[in-house]
């Protein structure tokens, strides 16, 4: 679909006040230079959550329901503050506090994966909806439209197959991540490479496939919600994507990896703190963070979005 279909798809889903254009022209394309930095359209995603709260915090507990009833079973690891205090015993005071802290976390966040193929399908599943959902609200809390949270699942579920495609596309895309990673741990990992100069080269090797990966996925993404738009089929969401980051890919790449960075800093921030001072109940925090995570990073995604329109 071309760029210009698109926009106007969009925006008449989601009206706002348009800004005179400071771009540059390449050829025929216009660009727009004026995207602001990825932390403020972090921090505007974060504000349209809070303004829109008991949208976002009903779905978001609705998902945190299924993942426990459908992928956990209602039960939760272990006593972490038994676990704490076993990792305390283990570095002999070596780093305190900090240190086993550190190390429930990492076992909290390995311990709370899927422990069958069963629940792995579950969480997928529940994802998928989930996302649909809020990229529905999204669009439509943006066009200032009144939303129930039966709309948002009653409607939002007709592009479920042209999303399910963008995502097995975007999967493909992912190839030489799982590629570099595997071939990092083989090498680096499991100390095949022995000189420095085997280890560079390899060390290299996974990053650049890491590398492309990303810079192909950080285009990609934005077919997720393009996809979504009524009438619109994988391959021209796809096409869509591609023109709305032309020469200007590598700026939305970091922007697109601002997010995760920042979600991980403030998470691990949150779980520090709730294990040194409130390790009964950290678990239960992890998970209701979890269930918040995915309302934000589709408002970060859909706000980048909007802007790069």
């Known amino acids: 679909m071309p760029r210009k279909s698109t926009k106007k798809a969009e925006r008449s889903s989601s009206p706002r006040v348009l800004k005179p ?9 216009k660009v727009n230079n004026t995207v602001p930095s990825a932390w403020r359209i972090f921090r505007d995603s974060i504000s349209f959550l809070k303004s829109h709260k008991k ?13 426990m009833l459908l992928v956990r079973g209602f039960g939760l690891t272990t006593d972490l503050s038994l676990a704490k205090q076993s990792f305390e015993e283990l570095v002999n005071g070596a ?10 976390f990492g076992f909290l966040v390995n311990s709370n994966s899927p422990n069958s193929e069963v ?17 529905w609200v999204l669009r439509q809390t943006h066009a200032r439209e009144k939303v129930t949270l039966r709309d948002a699942f009653y409607k939002s579920t007709h592009p479920l197959v042209p999303f399910l495609l963008v995502l097995i596309f975007i999967g493909v895309q992912l190839i030489p991540l799982i590629l570099g990673t595997f071939l990092f741990n083989t090498t680096i990992g499991s100390d095949i490479a022995i000189g420095l100069l085997e280890k560079t080269l390899w060390s290299t090797l996974s990053f650049l496939l890491v590398l492309w990966s990303t810079y192909l996925v950080s285009t990609s993404i934005f077919a997720l919600y393009i996809v979504t738009l009524p009438d619109m089929t994988p391959i ?5 994507a591609k023109k709305l980051v032309r020469f200007r890919r590598w700026s939305t790449m ?3 990896l601002f997010l995760p960075i920042m979600l991980f800093v403030l998470m691990a921030s949150i779980m520090f703190l709730t294990i040194m001072f409130l390790t009964p109940i950290a678990e239960v ?25």
């Open 21 to 29: 254009s400071k771009g540059k022209m390449f050829g025929r394309t």
């Open 119 to 135: 629940a792995t399908l579950y969480q997928s599943i529940i994802i998928v909806i989930m996302s649909l959902a809020i990229i």
């Open 55 to 67: 949208i976002f915090v009903s779905i978001s507990l609705i998902y945190l329901g299924l993942t």
């Open 236 to 240: 021209k969401a796809l096409r869509s």
């Open 285 to 309: 925090v992890f998970l209701v963070m979890i269930a918040a995570g995915l309302p934000v990073v589709h408002s970060y995604m859909y706000g980048l979005y909007r802007e790069l329109l």
């Open 95 to 104: 780093g305190g506090s900090f240190s086993s802290s550190a190390a429930v």
């Open 254 to 256: 970091r922007k697109v």
